[in-house]
T-cell receptor, first 118, second 116 residues
Framework: GAVVSQHPSWVICKSGTSVKIECRSL??????MFWYRQFPKQSLMLMAT?????????EQGVEKDKFLINHASLTLSTLTVTSAHPEDSSFYIC??????????????FGNGTRLTVT | AQKVTQAQTEISVVEKEDVTLDCVYE???????LFWYKQPPSGELVFLIR??????QNEISGRYSWNFQKSTSSFNFTITASQVVDSAVYFC?????????????FGTGTSLTVIP
């Protein structure tokens, strides 16, 4: 089955530092990947749509300069939380859709990254 | 307006009981897709099922079954003879075919606890 690998699983960083999270599709190519944020006991909130070879599309209210997204290849998207602050502490989860399975095929999710900013 | 509504925030059942998780959606598209995902305590989201709007046939997979009714815009999920391992948060999601970005709309999730 389609596998999405997300790294790291958890990270603790100091306020003011930047953190990079990687999302890889291991056995399929994904032109589009999605980044979500999930607060405790809440649903997934779409942050941005990552498009291979072009700029990411950010949802309203999401700071693009704070959450930098790079989708350099068909199997890798990265999310960098720049100058992290405690309020950025959250569970970040990426997802990808297999290019070969059509636009309405299921999203495959990574295992998520729990970010704690001290 | 919320496109996907999961009215049940938390449900607790005793092991071996049946439980139904409700999902109501809203869309103006004639072609759309509905999904259920499971999120166990470890955090990853596990795909359970996809149903397109033209297929109202109910589906059964082991202890899981899904009831899709377009007339009531509902896509309910039933777990038969629940087990402790079923404890998780379950999300219903909608994808509208006509939307260029093909975004998924997730419900707020239902947290299921199966008590041994």
């Amino acid at each position: 089955g389609a596998v999405v690998s997300q790294h790291p699983s958890w990270v603790i960083c100091k306020s003011g530092t930047s953190v990079k999270i990687e999302c890889r599709s291991l056995d399929f190519q994904a032109t589009t990947m999605f980044w979500y944020r999930q607060f405790p006991k809440q649903s997934l909130m779409l942050m941005a749509t990552s498009n291979e070879g072009s700029k990411a599309t950010y949802e309203q209210g999401v700071e693009k300069d704070k959450f930098l997204i790079n989708h350099a290849s068909l199997t890798l998207s990265t999310l960098t939380v720049t100058s992290a602050h405690p309020e950025d502490s959250s569970f970040y989860i990426c997802s990808a859709r297999d290019n070969d399975r059509g636009l309405n095929s299921p999203l495959h999710f990574g295992n998520g990254t729990r970010l704690t900013v001290t | 307006a919320q496109k996907v509504t999961q009215a049940q925030t938390e449900i607790s059942v005793v092991e071996k009981e049946d439980v139904t998780l409700d999902c109501v959606y809203e869309t103006r598209d004639t072609t759309y897709y509905l999904f259920w995902y499971k999120q166990p305590p470890s955090g990853e989201l596990v795909f359970l099922i996809r149903r397109n709007s033209f297929d109202e046939q109910n589906e059964i997979s082991g202890r899981y079954s899904w009831n899709f009714q377009k007339s009531t815009s509902s896509f309910n999920f039933t777990i038969t003879a629940s087990q402790v391992v079923d404890s998780a948060v379950y999300f219903c999601a909608l994808s509208e075919a006509g939307f260029a970005g093909n975004q998924f709309y997730f419900g707020t999730g239902t947290s299921l606890t199966v008590i041994p």
